[in-house]
């Protein structure tokens, strides 16, 4: 059990870059192989050989599992969600290679939102009423008949942009066109739900499971909106903080009673071998938690604030999840808290501007309990780091209270430099507000 384990990474993110810090913590990590090399954090951890020399395409299927097979890959991390849907877990998983996320039928769970919904009505787990539609021309006239307001949601992935919140009937029509007229996210909109709106503050739960265990990991709360107070557009999130002062162990009981244990006992019933993580976006309503979304991969930028606190071993905690042996293991974590905070590029969640020299995240990362993730950053030729996306950087800090955490992660934040740099600077302060 001790010999050294080689880990193929996939992804390329400040969730992924976070999740490659951690599990190089791990004693038993023996080589790292990542998919995207041109993130400079990634490949620091790395080193310069170690990037998956076959293209991440499923025509490539025998390519890719020879080399897992040479470099004696015995463990496979999914980052993000849309290989896990396209069913990389599947091809790759072997004998003697295990894989931490699930097969292509599990992630339907966050790929295909109106099979979701029809898992959790068959299993009386708390969500939105909501109806699926297939025509057009019937959402329209569902949508008019109807006073209510409503949640608008392409069926499949389209990149935490496939969600309308309508302000008006007009606006609600709009998205019904753009969805499955236009077609703004492909064949994701051939289906879309529509959902009945819920009021509350969101809170993100994720667990891992192993398709029968459930280990129930930190919360986390994430900024979804661009501007400060939660206006404007919706972003994949400008920052996050771990954990959520708002689930305390009474409600994370209700929520693994009513939410988490159903959701892996329907998945089990269905025939599905799941293991990896769950992650459930939650809203806290008046009624008690209620599902919002699945997810079959680690939040970003939640992972980026909840790996720091992380007390175990990152590789050995996969591995258990991924060889069904998840009951066997103890998952603890640093008292405090993190805060995390998004640096992006003007322009985001549209087209964000590129190539910007990057100053000071040495200085940054040099201050005590800080770290900072790379998402959307890339070295130019002469070796300086640019950015290269719309989150650029995340910069998280730890603290032995919230207040702490965020008052050093925005220190670290200011610290660094470039032009067009949007920086939220309300991350966590009505959290940081309630507690004192
Ligand atoms: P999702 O990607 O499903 O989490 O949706 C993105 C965001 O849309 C969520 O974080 C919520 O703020 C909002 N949202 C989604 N579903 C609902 C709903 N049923 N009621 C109110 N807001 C929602
Ligand atoms: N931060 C939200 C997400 O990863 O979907």
Request: glycine share 10%; proline share 6%; hydrophobic share 45%.
């Given at each position: 059990m001790s010999d050294s384990i080689n880990v193929l990474l996939v992804g390329g993110g400040g969730r992924e870059h976070a999740l490659a810090w951690k599990l190089a913590q791990s004693p038993r990590l023996g080589d790292l192989w990542i998919t995207h090399p041109t993130n400079p954090g990634l490949a620091a951890i790395a080193g310069p050989?170690?990037?998956l020399p076959v293209p991440l395409d499923l025509r490539e299927k025998r390519r890719?599992?020879?080399f897992c097979e040479k470099k004696n890959i015995a463990l496979v991390v999914f980052g993000p969600e849309d290989p896990l849907a396209a069913g990389f877990a599947d091809v790759l998983a072997a004998p003697g290679r295990a894989v931490f996320g699930p097969g292509a039928d599990g992630a339907r769970l966050e790929a295909d939102k109106a099979w979701a919904k029809h898992l959790m009505r068959t299993a009386s787990i708390p969500t939105a009423e909501a109806r699926t539609f297939k025509d057009p021309d019937a959402a329209r006239a569902y949508i008019e008949s109807r006073e209510v307001s409503h949640v608008i949601k392409a069926s499949g992935l389209a990149r935490g942009k496939g969600v309308i919140v309508p302000d008006s009937i007009d606006e609600a029509l709009d998205a019904i066109d753009r969805i499955m007229v236009e077609r703004a996210f492909g064949s994701a909109g051939d289906t879309i739900i529509i959902e009945e709106r819920l009021d509350g503050p969101e809170v993100s739960v994720f667990a891992l499971t192993d398709g029968r265990a459930i280990t129930i990991l930190e919360t986390c709360q994430d900024h979804k909106r661009l501007g400060e107070g939660d206006t404007g557009p919706n972003t994949g999130g400008m920052g996050a903080f771990c954990p959520s002062p708002l689930?305390?162990?009474?409600?994370?009981?209700t929520i693994e009673r009513e939410i988490l244990v159903p959701t892996v006992d329907a998945l089990r019933r269905d025939g599905i071998d799941y293991r990896g993580v769950l992650y459930l976006g939650l809203m806290l309503t008046h009624a008690g938690p209620k599902v919002l979304e699945y997810n079959v991969r680690f939040g970003d930028p939640e992972c980026q604030a909840l790996m720091p606190r992380l007390d175990a071993d990152l590789l050995e905690i996969m591995l258990a999840t991924a060889h069904r042996?998840?009951?066997d293991i103890d998952v603890a974590w640093k008292?405090?808290?993190?805060?995390?905070?998004?640096l992006a590029a003007e322009g985001y969640p549209g087209t964000p501007r590129k190539g910007d020299p990057i100053e000071g995240i040495d200085t940054a990362e040099a201050m005590e309990n800080v770290h900072v993730f790379h998402a959307g950053t890339i070295r130019d030729k002469a070796g300086r780091i640019v950015t290269n996306g719309g989150r650029v950087l995340s910069v998280v800090a730890c603290g032995g209270d919230l207040a702490e955490a965020r008052e050093t992660a925005y220190r670290a934040a200011d610290l660094i430099r470039f032009e067009g740099k949007v920086v939220r600077r309300d991350i966590a302060s009505a959290a940081v507000a309630a507690a004192t």
């Amino acid at each position: 059990m001790s010999d050294s384990i080689n880990v193929l990474l996939v992804g390329g993110g400040g969730r992924e870059h976070a999740l490659a810090w951690k599990l190089a913590q791990s004693p038993r990590l023996g080589d790292l192989w990542i998919t995207h090399p041109t993130n400079p954090g990634l490949a620091a951890i790395a080193g310069p050989d170690r990037t998956l020399p076959v293209p991440l395409d499923l025509r490539e299927k025998r390519r890719l599992v020879h080399f897992c097979e040479k470099k004696n890959i015995a463990l496979v991390v999914f980052g993000p969600e849309d290989p896990l849907a396209a069913g990389f877990a599947d091809v790759l998983a072997a004998p003697g290679r295990a894989v931490f996320g699930p097969g292509a039928d599990g992630a339907r769970l966050e790929a295909d939102k109106a099979w979701a919904k029809h898992l959790m009505r068959t299993a009386s787990i708390p969500t939105a009423e909501a109806r699926t539609f297939k025509d057009p021309d019937a959402a329209r006239a569902y949508i008019e008949s109807r006073e209510v307001s409503h949640v608008i949601k392409a069926s499949g992935l389209a990149r935490g942009k496939g969600v309308i919140v309508p302000d008006s009937i007009d606006e609600a029509l709009d998205a019904i066109d753009r969805i499955m007229v236009e077609r703004a996210f492909g064949s994701a909109g051939d289906t879309i739900i529509i959902e009945e709106r819920l009021d509350g503050p969101e809170v993100s739960v994720f667990a891992l499971t192993d398709g029968r265990a459930i280990t129930i990991l930190e919360t986390c709360q994430d900024h979804k909106r661009l501007g400060e107070g939660d206006t404007g557009p919706n972003t994949g999130g400008m920052g996050a903080f771990c954990p959520s002062p708002l689930v305390d162990a009474q409600l994370m009981q209700t929520i693994e009673r009513e939410i988490l244990v159903p959701t892996v006992d329907a998945l089990r019933r269905d025939g599905i071998d799941y293991r990896g993580v769950l992650y459930l976006g939650l809203m806290l309503t008046h009624a008690g938690p209620k599902v919002l979304e699945y997810n079959v991969r680690f939040g970003d930028p939640e992972c980026q604030a909840l790996m720091p606190r992380l007390d175990a071993d990152l590789l050995e905690i996969m591995l258990a999840t991924a060889h069904r042996r998840l009951a066997d293991i103890d998952v603890a974590w640093k008292p405090g808290a993190t805060c995390c905070v998004v640096l992006a590029a003007e322009g985001y969640p549209g087209t964000p501007r590129k190539g910007d020299p990057i100053e000071g995240i040495d200085t940054a990362e040099a201050m005590e309990n800080v770290h900072v993730f790379h998402a959307g950053t890339i070295r130019d030729k002469a070796g300086r780091i640019v950015t290269n996306g719309g989150r650029v950087l995340s910069v998280v800090a730890c603290g032995g209270d919230l207040a702490e955490a965020r008052e050093t992660a925005y220190r670290a934040a200011d610290l660094i430099r470039f032009e067009g740099k949007v920086v939220r600077r309300d991350i966590a302060s009505a959290a940081v507000a309630a507690a004192t």
